[in-house]
Structure formats: C-alpha cells, structure tokens
C-alpha cells in the first residue's frame, strides 16, 4: 500500500469526492488535510489513480503524487503522520 497526495482544482467539489472515493475498491483509505487535497492509501499505481479520476473529473486539473516518507515533512496534526506513515485499510 501506498499513500498518494491528491490536489485538486476547483471542478472538483470535496463532498462529492469523498463519496466517489468511498465507492472506490481501489482506494482502501483516505483522510481529509488540507483545503483542496486529500491523501489517498491505495495499492494502485499513480496511472491507474488517475485513469479512475480523470475518467469522472474529466474538466478538473488536479496532481497526485506519491507521499515518499523519507522526503516528506511539513506542519500537520499528528493524525495526518500517523496516516502517513502507517498507512491502513
């Protein structure tokens, strides 16, 4: 499993991304940080991610990336590190 940082534009509204993620088999988790972004726990590839994305946000703009825990750092709540790091279904 890997952890993703999913930023999107503003085509994409966040309540209505949270419900497709939570219909998603591919995505195994998520948590909510920062306005307009949102971390993704997936065993999935950043291309599958977002063939599945850009197929329902077809006129949105967004960037996901894999959060890589040994070049990562920032101010967060703990919750989100512990997310990070210990990343679960």
Known sequence: ???YL???DENIR???LLRFLDTR???LNWMTILPASVLLVSSQSPRQLTKI???KY???QFLLTEVDTTKTDGMLPEECWDFINSPEE
């Open 6 to 8: 999913f930023v999107y």
């Open 1 to 3: 499993m890997k952890v």
């Open 58 to 60: 077809s006129k949105a």
């Open 53 to 55: 994305l850009s197929k």
């Open 25 to 27: 088999r591919e995505i």
């Open 14 to 16: 966040e309540n209505s």
